[in-house]
T-cell receptor
Framework: DVKVTQSSRYLVKRTGEKVFLECVQDMDHENMFWYRQDPGLGLRLIYFSYDVKMKEKGDIPEGYSVSREKKERFSLILESASTNQTSMYLC??????????????FGDGTRLSIL | AQSVTQLGSHVSVSEGALVLLRCNYSSSVPPYLFWYVQYPNQGLQLLLKYTTGATLVKGINGFEAEFKKSETSFHLTKPSAHMSDAAEYFCAVSVQGAQKLVFGQGTRLTINP
């Protein structure tokens, strides 16, 4: 079965820290995505990647960066965490070079609190 | 650019009643439409999708949705609600050539016993 694994379910960090969120998929998918989910705002795309070492900005990339050194792994980095980055973060993956008609498969999310 | 509007951030129905969750989209080209469900403390799971062909799409857990181009809608229905249907539901749209999905704001479904 399809599996997207996020390294932490809950994470508490302090303002100014550099934070790493890790995501691994076992489906050999080309596309990987990072979203943040906030009440009333739905899912907003932060960054996505359609190949190793490739990345594209989503709708809200400010304050974030990403890394994709291997096909199965996609990392989200908060360069200097701030309280307004407290949120639920969801990783997803999808097959094929253009995932427009393919469903995305989601991890269980990381609930990140910045104090 | 595409967009999705889900009408009603919170819907409450009685067990056994009809479930209707509304989704309207905006797209200048033919859309691909998805419904996802999110149970508490979990990620999103695909319920159903419309790409091309039959406009009435059946999904898992007894849900279905109908693509109506004239109304730019893709409403989700289930004839008889079950307690286990309590969750948050997201509608999403994509188009050919796009690399990403655009999600609606979500609708939280509550089932009353």
């Amino acid at each position: 079965d399809v599996k997207v694994t996020q390294s932490s379910r809950y994470l508490v960090k302090r303002t100014g820290e550099k934070v790493f969120l890790e995501c691994v998929q076992d489906m050999d998918h080309e596309n990987m995505f990072w979203y943040r989910q906030d009440p009333g705002l739905g899912l907003r795309l932060i960054y996505f990647s359609y190949d190793v070492k490739m990345k594209e900005k989503g709708d809200i990339p400010e304050g974030y960066s990403v890394s994709r050194e291997k096909k199965e792994r996609f990392s989200l980095i908060l360069e200097s965490a701030s309280t307004n980055q407290t949120s639920m973060y969801l990783c997803a993956s999808s097959p094929t070079g253009t995932g427009y008609n393919q469903p995305q498969h989601f991890g269980d999310g990381t609930r990140l609190s910045i104090l | 650019a595409q967009s999705v509007t889900q009408l009603g951030s919170h819907v409450s129905v009685s067990e056994g009643a009809l479930v209707l969750l509304r989704c309207n989209y905006s797209s200048s080209v033919p859309p691909y439409l998805f419904w996802y469900v999110q149970y508490p403390n979990q990620g999103l799971q695909l319920l159903l999708k419309y790409t091309t062909g039959a406009t009435l799409v059946k999904g898992i857990n007894g849900f279905e949705a109908e693509f109506k181009k004239s109304e730019t809608s893709f409403h989700l229905t289930k004839p008889s609600a079950h307690m286990s249907d309590a969750a948050e539901y997201f509608c999403a749209v994509s188009v050919q050539g796009a690399q990403k999905l655009v999600f609606g704001q979500g609708t939280r479904l509550t089932i009353n016993p």
